[in-house]
């Protein structure tokens, strides 16, 4: 086998192995496994893979510009879009969790984005740019982001298709922010701003209908007991 087909079959196996390793959690929501975990295997991927996170000066303050401009524009367009009436409604039947302080704190900076970004935009990323060219690389990324979160999909009975499009689109972007500001800063704060604008969005939502997390899982509580 040559140099590049070894290459090439490397990020492939790595971006299987990611993939896979969605599936093997279960569908409950939240995620399941401990934030803490998820985090310190992202990041052991990322310094195997010699991912190069740009967490410090000058590249952390060029993420965090454009990471930061990145975040304003998606809180806003969250803010906003909760002005349409199937946006709410879709807020209000969104399933949240129940300890919503440790979701918003802990299980979405790190579990979810931290996790994320270092194993795809990290490791991944340079396994497949070197494999495929920093296009392809990008795009090999971004395929096996969106493929990773078909159990999500399944789990809340969204459509598994447009999902996969959507945020496949999504690690196309946070790959581009990643390159561009040559930090993981830009992309972690641009999926930060996603995730938790949609979280706090929907929590608002609920919590001016009536049906608050809060509320709801003294409910599920009462339901089980009786």
Known sequence: ?????????????????LVGWSFTAGPQRPRRRHPLVQAALGTALALTAGAPLGLRPPQLRSGLRLGGAAAGVVAATVAASTALPRVRSAMSERELPDRVGRWLALEIPLGTVWSEETAFRGALAVASSVAFGTAGGRLVQAIAFGLSHIPDARATGESVVGTVALTGLAGWLFGWLAQRSGSLAAPMLAHLAINEAGALAALVTQRRSGGGTLASAADRHQTANR
């Open 1 to 17: 086998m040559s140099p590049t087909s070894t290459r090439r079959a490397h990020a492939l196996a790595l971006a299987a192995t």
